[in-house]
């Protein structure tokens, strides 16, 4: 994931990250997603949309499910 500078400097309402086209994550695809969520204040939601069920399977082995909204497309 590439972050865009300042955009979660400027505390969106919310933060959309589409992961459709998403073949492939680790650990180290998931930090800049953890990342984001740290920067983000908590009352701001980060949706990752339209993962893949590897995706969201590996989301939720690492629990970040519970503190990121998981929706389907």
């Known amino acids: 994931m590439r972050e865009e500078p300042g955009i979660l400097a400027q505390q969106p309402q ?3 990250l589409d992961l459709a086209a998403l073949t ?3 650990c180290a695809g998931a930090t800049p997603i ?3 969520r740290r920067t983000l204040a908590a009352d701001r939601p980060l949706i990752l949309r339209s993962p893949t069920p590897a995706a ?3 989301f939720k082995i690492i629990r970040l499910h519970q503190v990121c909204d ?3 497309s």
Do not use: M, T
């Open 70 to 72: 998981l929706q389907s």
């Open 34 to 36: 953890v990342r984001a």
């Open 24 to 26: 492939f994550i680790d």
């Open 14 to 16: 919310r933060l959309i």
């Open 56 to 58: 969201r399977d590996f």
